[in-house]
């Protein structure tokens, strides 16, 4: 079964640093999302991206964070100095739809866990 | 602003016994709800969702949901759990109703850790 895949499983950096995760999405979906899990609290939307540009976005995707999907295969999220509040668990995920109403499933990654000293 | 929220951040029972996870949601629309679950080092995978079909919901692996609109409900519910079963839930939501609901970003509740003893 097709499956969301990100690397790596975790990224230990230290503040000021620039990050870069990476995801590859099921290969026929369409749409694709970033969420972020601060150890204890919710899961969080970031951003979300279609036909190569961001759809929507939190308030918590400032402008030190930009994603992009650079070969058709690969989805990845960028932190360009990290912060030690940026310490958490990041997921991928991608949907095939894109349709008005829509409630299709989206297929998680396994998230990469990264540490910010 | 939609939201839900999860009843119990931890719930144990044991194996051969129901299952109850609790989740109210907040809409001002007519919500599409979602159960999640991730087992340790996994992804977050789709239990069961909620979409104005039918209010009683089957999922994968046993579980079932009931939408209770008078209630803003919609508990997750197992009748004999597993040791497999271990595992955190979360109730989502997709909010309705904005300039930007389309993109479907999920919405999560705070998760709830089901224990299940031997």
């Known amino acids: 079964e097709p499956e969301v895949t990100q690397t790596p499983s975790h990224q230990v950096t230290q503040m000021g640093q620039e990050v870069i995760l990476r995801c590859v999405p099921i290969?026929?979906?369409?749409?694709f999302y970033w969420y972020r899990q601060i150890l204890g609290q919710k899961v969080e939307f970031l951003v979300s991206?279609?036909?190569?540009?961001?759809?929507?976005k939190s308030e918590i995707f400032d402008d030190q964070f930009s994603v992009e999907r650079p070969d058709g295969s690969n989805f990845t999220l960028k932190i360009r100095s990290t912060k030690l509040e940026d310490s958490a668990m990041y997921f991928c995920?991608?949907?095939?739809?894109?349709?008005?109403?829509?409630?299709?499933?989206?297929?998680f990654g396994p998230g990469t866990r990264l540490t910010v000293l | 602003a939609q939201s839900v929220t999860q009843l119990d951040s931890h719930v144990s029972v044991s194996e051969g016994t129901p299952v109850l996870l609790r989740c109210n949601y907040s809409?001002?629309?007519?919500?599409?709800l979602f159960w999640y679950v991730q087992h340790p080092n996994k992804g977050l995978q789709l239990l069961l969702k909620y979409t104005s079909a039918a209010t009683l919901v089957k999922g994968i692996n046993g579980f079932e949901a009931e939408f209770k609109k008078s209630e803003t409900s919609f508990h997750l519910t197992k009748p004999s759990a597993h040791m497999s079963d271990a595992a955190e839930y979360f109730c989502?939501?997709?909010?309705?109703?904005?300039?930007?609901?389309?993109?479907?970003?999920?919405?999560f509740g705070q998760g709830t850790t089901l224990q299940v003893k031997p």
């Open positions: 991206f279609y036909n190569n540009e961001i759809s929507e």
């Open positions: 809409s001002s629309y007519s919500p599409s």
């Open positions: 989502v939501v997709i909010p309705r109703g904005h300039g930007s609901g389309n993109t479907g970003k999920l919405i």
């Open positions: 290969s026929n979906h369409l749409y």
């Open positions: 995920a991608s949907k095939l739809f894109v349709t008005s109403g829509d409630t299709d499933t989206q297929y």
